[in-house]
């Protein structure tokens, strides 16, 4: 048996060479700048960028309401799906970034699917919803997913305010490239918000330490602009900015005397110019692109007066976001930029309704049909919701496209993602690169090591062994976690150096004991603590301030009366789960030499009687007043020398005595693995495994250094409720149906013609409804569509 990290090293070597062939440069390369391409791939090897992507069935809930998810796993270099993790961990944190519920949803394939219910303690206020893989652990959480969402508690008292009380302002310059160099002319970038994260519209004037104006400037859009100047030796700027009654002063990034500074510009409409300028006698100067990880080009200029250009030609670099790196003479970085490329291919989803009206409680029905850029069936895996629009809850949505291409490459929210998708305008994408930009390059990079590895079958649980007498590490001791029950769980691991070990699991839902020991005949000094899975870094930005407006009061009330009714009159069909049963059955060893079903024997009323009446493959001694087992090896014709590994329920049992003690009548069945088994680094002479009649030990006594840790493992999946009002009577139902949420697919696919057609019911509720659809094709392109319709 193959152990995890054996599994993870062929996956890392895996991961180098298909990155290596696959990311292989397209460029030619002179003498140059051929060693510059070595040490940059020697110093940066190709690293996998996991992305999540989660729809939601909507943005603002109430208690007592589902978050029903659709989780897209996406390749962050290739922007394909990434069957990799098979495990998403989820998250709802409050304004302090606290988690207040969590989750494990079940990812099969690159998708995954689950729900989150609203408990009625909550507070009202603004979340965030976060997921991640162990995998993108090693990264900063600033590239989790996250999307913010609104939670009301209308079971709680609430303020409306009529006026939104702002007493905080911040404003952020940004230098294009890094730095101001004095004598050197510059773009500045610049944004600013409130203290509830938004931002703001202003104008505002740039001044010497002499007061003397040197420009005016105003935001261009989402409280972004830019404005360019030369900065002089010895000066000072401020920058003076009036918001309506408000004046601000802020004083501008130092300036240095010597340095570099880069500018770039589109050319014309297939070429950018990048503008390297400096005061340093510099002869060389490089100019690296990067397209997710890729090289897209490798040029060297020489310096002419300090100043030099370099043309790139569009149709190089890969649709988002591409770097742009400027290395002095010494290789050094000197500036560095982010370029924003509008994707021209992407997943275009049609939908159409048989209707754009519609009564209440009747049937909608929906065509769904997918193509790429060139009207050509492309296969997609898609996810729907229907929800109801009102001033609680806008048709505003974080849509996929947007998502993989720039919301993730990107730090800190982003106002109305979409924009930079649907505007031709380039200066306002040029803001954003330039405020928001962030840094994946780093030119002295080590090799990396990566402290948390993929779970690249199921859950993987992470303790730290420690010494009892003295509470440190304890390195090389065997580990055995046991998940208990009819189809038990069993995984054994070795301490490393720093006392810490992995258990690899397979995928088990809902809530578990889990059973972690060393074996007690030999190991008693040592206690295991289990940690938990989910991340305890966040990202820097959290949730804005909530502020509870008077214009929702009307529409809070309708839609507290309506959660509570369909409540109270669909509890059992809200609260309905898929099965979970597990397909594979077999234990860990797969199938046994030897079966012995106890019921098919005459009873006896010792276990010592059953093992050597019975179980004929194992030998039962007792030596010095304590038992042991010896497993007949066929093959040689003798028996083993060692014990075997003797299991209850899945449970390791060390002292064969306890086993001898154990009334017979409790135990179902005994299995024999007559052979030599190796399980991790774990030698076993033969297997013997009890199994009770539930699987819940029946009284069986653990060992008291055991430790039971109580333990959540993968979320059971919940049934998404829709009624269906096919015939007069269904119709004429008195029953009362409040969804404001209409319908949730999560797992939609197109048949051979890139088509599917679904049909579902409208509720009691009138207005209007939106029709989302999100969705990802398997070579990649992304897309989304919104329809509307109403119910009268």
Not at 101 to 127: A, F
Not at 569 to 583: G, P, Q, R, V, Y
Request: aromatic content about 12%; charged content about 20%.
């Amino acid at each position: 048996m193959i152990d995890l990290k054996t599994k993870y090293n062929v996956l890392k070597i895996w991961m180098i060479i298909f990155y290596s062939i696959i990311l292989a440069p397209s460029f030619s390369q002179n003498e140059n700048t051929d060693l510059l391409y070595r040490e940059f791939k020697t110093a940066n090897p190709p690293t996998l960028q996991e992305k999540l992507f989660i729809q939601t069935d909507k943005t603002f809930y109430l208690p007592g309401e589902i978050i029903w998810l659709k989780i897209y796993e996406i390749d962050g270099i290739l922007n394909k799906p990434l069957p990799l993790s098979k495990v998403a961990y989820v998250e709802i944190l409050n304004q302090e970034n606290k988690p207040i519920l969590q989750v494990k949803i079940d990812l099969d394939n690159s998708m995954g699917k689950g729900s989150i219910l609203i408990p009625k303690n909550i507070e009202t206020g603004n979340y965030t919803l976060r997921a991640y893989t162990q995998w993108m652990k090693n990264f900063s959480a600033d590239f989790y997913f996250h999307q913010p969402l609104t939670i009301v508690n209308t079971w709680k008292p609430s303020n409306f305010d009529t006026i939104k009380k702002i007493s905080h302002f911040d404003i952020q310059f940004f230098p294009e490239g890094g730095d101001l160099v004095a004598g050197l002319t510059s773009k500045v970038a610049f944004k600013i918000t409130n203290e509830y994260n938004e931002l703001l519209n202003c104008k505002g004037v740039l001044l010497n330490q002499k007061k003397d104006t040197i420009l005016s400037f105003s935001t261009v859009q989402f409280g972004m602009g830019s404005f360019q100047f030369t900065p002089k030796k010895n000066d000072t700027y401020f920058a003076v900015i009036q918001l309506k009654d408000t004046i601000i002063t802020k004083k501008l990034p130092a300036i240095f005397s010597q340095g570099y500074v880069m500018q770039v510009a589109d050319a014309d409409t297939a070429h950018i110019k990048i503008a390297v300028r400096s005061n340093i006698n510099s002869k060389y100067v490089y100019l690296l692109v990067q397209s997710h990880q890729i090289l897209k080009s490798v040029q060297s200029n020489i310096f002419l007066n300090g100043e030099t250009n370099f043309l790139i030609n569009k149709e190089k670099l890969a649709d988002g976001i591409s770097t742009f790196t400027i290395l002095n003479s010494d290789k050094q970085p000197v500036c560095e930029r982010l370029y924003f490329k509008r994707p021209i291919n992407s997943l275009r989803i049609q939908v159409i309704t048989d209707k754009k009206s519609y009564t209440t409680r009747s049937n909608v029905n929906v065509e769904l049909s997918t193509m790429n850029n060139k009207n050509k069936i492309a296969d997609a895996n898609l996810s729907l919701s229907v929800f109801q629009i009102n001033t609680l809850q806008s048709p505003e949505y974080q849509d996929i496209l947007s998502y993989v291409y720039l919301s993730s490459e990107l730090k800190g929210k982003i106002e109305s993602p979409a924009y930079y998708f649907n505007n031709p305008s380039n200066e306002v994408a040029e803001n954003l690169m330039l405020t928001q930009g962030w840094r994946r390059f780093k030119w002295n990079a080590s090799s990396s090591v990566f402290n948390f590895i993929p779970e690249l079958e199921g859950m993987i649980i992470k303790g730290k062994i420690l010494d009892k007498r003295n509470n440190l590490p304890a390195k090389n001791i065997m580990n055995y976690l046991s998940i208990p029950g009819k189809n038990y769980q069993f995984a054994n691991a070795v301490s490393d150096s720093s006392g810490n070990v992995i258990f690899n699991v397979n995928k088990f839902y809902g809530h578990h004991s889990i059973v972690v020991q060393t074996n007690n005949q030999i190991d008693s000094n040592y206690r295991i603590d289990i940690e938990t899975p989910f991340s305890d870094q966040y990202a820097k930005n959290s949730s804005s301030p909530f502020y509870l407006s008077t214009k929702w009061k009307d529409d809070l009330l309708q839609r507290s009366i309506n959660v509570q009714v369909d409540n109270a009159f669909k509890t059992d069909e809200k609260h309905a789960f898929l099965s979970t049963e597990i397909n594979d059955t077999l234990p860990f060893y797969g199938i046994p030499d030897k079966k012995y079903y106890l019921d098919d024997y005459t009873r006896f009323l010792t276990m010592e009687e059953v093992m050597r009446e019975y179980v004929s493959d194992v030998m039962v001694r007792l030596q010095s007043g304590n038992f042991n087992f010896k497993v007949w090896n066929e093959k040689f014709n003798s028996y083993f020398d060692d014990n075997p590994l003797v299991l209850i329920d899945g449970i390791p049992v060390f002292n064969i005595n306890k086993i001898v003690a154990f009334d017979p009548l409790k135990v179902k069945k005994i299995e024999v693995v007559a052979k030599k088994y190796y399980l991790s680094s774990l030698l076993n002479e033969g297997i013997i495994t009890y199994s009770t009649y539930n699987g819940d030990l029946a009284g069986f006594e653990l060992d008291p250094n055991s430790i039971v840790v109580e333990y959540e493992g993968l979320q059971k999946q919940r049934e998404f409720y829709a009624p269906v009002y096919a015939t007069t009577e269904d119709k004429e139902n008195r029953l009362p149906d409040c969804r404001n949420v209409l319908i949730w697919k999560p797992d939609i696919t197109v048949d051979a013609n890139g088509k599917t057609k679904l049909n579902f019911y409208s509720s009691d509720l009138k207005g209007t409804f939106m029709l989302l659809v999100q969705g990802i094709s398997k070579d990649g392109l992304c897309g989304s569509a919104l329809q509307s319709f109403e119910v009268k």
